[in-house]
C-alpha cells in the first residue's frame, strides 16, 4: 500500500461519505439555526423584558415537545416507507421551512407583536424537530444496511457523534457574528442552505439496491394490510419482550445521569467548588467537546479491539469513576483535565450501543426501535437535569457533610451518588448485556416476530 493511500482518510464507503457529508453540513446548519434563535430572542425580541428567560426555554420545550410526541409514532411510519424518499422529503420540508421563516424575518421586528414572533419560531422549531423524527430513524436503517460489521457501525457512530460535537464547537461561534453583523435573515438562510446540500448528498448515494428495494417493497405491502396502530403496538410488544433492548435502554437512562447533572449544575460547580470566575466556564465546555471528538473517533478502534459489550460496561465503570473524582476537585486546570478524560469514555460507550442496537433489532422493526429508545433516553436526561437542579437548590440547600474526612457539599454530592450509580450501571451491563444471537427473519404470514434468542457473555 502506498504511503498516500495510507494518508488517506476512509468513512468506510464512498456511500457513507456522501451521507456523512451531507449529515455534516447539516448538523453545522442546525448548530447555527438553534443559536441563532437563542441570541435573537434573548438579546432582541425579549431585551430588558422579564420574561425573556421562559421565552428561550420555550424553544427548548418545542424540540421536547416534537420527540416526545411525535418520535414514538414517526418509527411506524419509517418502518413501511422508502427510506431514501423519507430522508430526500424531510430534507425538503425543513429547507421550505427555514425558508418561509428567513422571508418573514425581513419584516421589522417591530412590526409585529412579540407573541407572533414566538408563535412563529416555537412553530418552525416544532416543526424541525418533527421532521427530524422521521429522517434520524430513517437515516439510521439506512446505515444499518450499508455498514454490517460491527466495528465499522461503531465507527460510523463515532463519526456521526464527533460530527455533531464539533458541529457545535463549529456552529455557536459562527452565529454570533451572522446575527450582529449581517442580520437575522442571513443566519436563517445559511440553515436553509445546509438542508440543500444534504438533500443533493442523498439524492447522489447508491441507496437502492434491487435486493433492497423488492424487501422493502414486500414489507409495505405486509405493512398496508395491518393497521397504524398494529404496527405501533408490534413495536412496543417487540422492544418491551426483548431483554437485551431493555437492558440497554436502561443503561443509557442511567447514564444520562451523569452527563445531565453536568448540563445543569456544572457551571455552579465552576464557580463554587472550584472558586472560578464564570468567565472561565466556557472551557469546561471546550474541555467536553474536545473529549468527546476523541471518545467517538477512538471509538470504532476501541471496539474492533475489545467488542461492543465490553467498551460499554468498561466505558460505563470508568466514567463512574471519573465522575466521582470529578466532584473531589477544588482546583480549575485539575477539573478541566478531569472532565476531557472523563467524556472520552462516555462518548465511547455511546457509540459502541449503536452496533449492539443494530444486531438486536430485526430489519423491519429499526424505525419503531429507534423511535422508543432515543425519545425515552432524551426524557431520562430532562428529567435528570430537572432533578438534579432541584435537589441542589432545595432538597441539598444547605446539605454539609464528611466522611473519611472529605467535606461534602450539595453538588459534589450529587455528581459523587452520580458517579456511583453509573459504576453499579456498568456491573449490571457486565451481567446483563449478552452477545444476542443474529435476529430471526419474520414470517411471512404474522405481524410480529419471534424474540431474539440470547447467548453467551462479554
Known amino acids: 500500500m502506498s504511503a498516500l493511500a495510507r494518508l488517506r482518510p476512509t468513512l468506510i464507503s464512498p456511500t457513507y461519505t456522501r451521507l ?50 411525535v418520535g414514538p409514532l414517526a418509527g411506524v411510519f419509517v418502518d413501511r416507507w422508502d427510506k431514501r424518499a423519507t430522508m430526500l422529503g424531510t430534507e425538503v420540508l425543513r429547507g421550505v421551512l427555514v425558508a418561509v421563516l428567513t422571508a418573514v424575518s425581513f419584516v421589522p421586528t417591530e412590526d409585529l407583536p412579540a407573541g407572533v414572533w414566538l408563535a412563529l419560531i416555537y412553530a418552525t422549531v416544532l416543526a ?41 464547537i463549529i456552529g455557536p461561534p459562527l452565529a454570533a457574528p451572522l446575527l450582529f453583523t449581517v442580520g437575522l435573515q442571513w443566519a436563517l438562510l445559511f440553515n436553509a442552505l445546509s ?18 428495494a423488492a424487501a422493502a417493497k414486500q414489507r409495505a405491502q405486509a405493512a398496508e394490510r395491518r393497521g397504524l396502530f398494529q404496527d405501533f403496538t408490534a413495536g412496543l410488544r417487540f422492544f418491551a419482550r426483548n431483554r437485551f433492548l431493555v437492558a440497554l435502554l436502561l443503561l443509557t437512562v442511567i447514564g444520562q445521569l451523569g452527563t445531565g447533572a453536568l448540563s ?142 472529605l467535606r461534602f457539599g450539595p453538588i459534589d454530592t450529587v455528581f459523587a451518588v452520580a458517579g456511583l450509580l453509573v459504576v453499579l450501571a456498568g456491573v449490571y451491563a457486565r451481567l446483563a448485556l449478552p452477545a444476542p444471537a443474529p435476529a430471526p427473519k419474520p414470517a411471512a404470514d404474522t405481524a410480529e416476530p419471534a424474540e431474539p434468542t440470547l447467548e453467551g457473555r462479554p
Do not use: C, K
Not at 438542508?195 to 433492497?212: E, H, K, M, N, Q
Open 128 to 168: 424541525l424537530n418533527a421532521a427530524s423524527q422521521f429522517f434520524t430513524p430513517a437515516r439510521f436503517a439506512v446505515i444499518a444496511d450499508l455498514v454490517t460489521d460491527e466495528a465499522d457501525r461503531a465507527r460510523a457512530a463515532g463519526l456521526a457523534q464527533a460530527t455533531g460535537q464539533t458541529a457545535w
Open 264 to 405: 445543569t449544575l456544572n457551571v455552579f460547580f465552576a464557580t463554587r467548588n472550584l472558586h472560578a470566575s464564570a468567565e472561565l466556564y466556557g472551557y469546561l465546555g471546550m474541555a467536553m467537546g474536545i473529549g468527546g471528538i476523541a471518545g467517538a473517533l477512538a471509538a470504532g478502534r476501541v471496539v474492533q479491539w475489545i467488542g461492543a459489550r465490553r467498551t460499554t460496561w468498561i466505558g460505563l465503570m470508568a466514567s463512574g469513576v471519573l465522575l466521582v473524582l470529578y466532584s473531589r476537585q477544588t482546583a480549575f486546570p485539575g477539573a478541566v483535565a478531569l472532565l476531557f478524560v472523563f467524556i472520552v469514555p462516555i462518548t465511547m460507550l455511546n457509540t459502541a450501543m449503536a452496533p449492539l442496537l443494530l444486531a438486536a433489532t430485526p430489519q423491519e422493526f429499526r424505525g419503531r426501535v429507534v423511535a422508543v429508545f432515543y425519545p425515552v433516553t432524551r426524557l431520562a436526561a430532562m428529567l435528570t437535569a430537572v432533578l438534579s437542579g432541584w435537589l441542589v437548590g432545595s432538597g441539598l440547600r444547605g446539605f454539609s457533610g464528611s466522611l473519611a474526612g
Open 195 to 212: 438542508y440543500l446540500v444534504s438533500y443533493f448528498a442523498i439524492r447522489g448515494a447508491d441507496l437502492t439496491p434491487a435486493a433492497s
Open 20 to 69: 456523512w457529508f451531507g449529515q455534516a453540513v447539516s448538523s453545522v446548519g442546525d448548530a447555527v439555526f438553534s443559536t441563532t434563535l437563542v441570541l435573537w430572542v434573548a438579546t432582541v425580541l425579549a431585551e430588558g423584558r422579564s420574561w425573556g428567560p421562559q421565552a428561550v426555554s420555550g424553544v427548548v420545550l418545542a424540540t421536547s415537545a416534537a420527540v416526545m410526541f
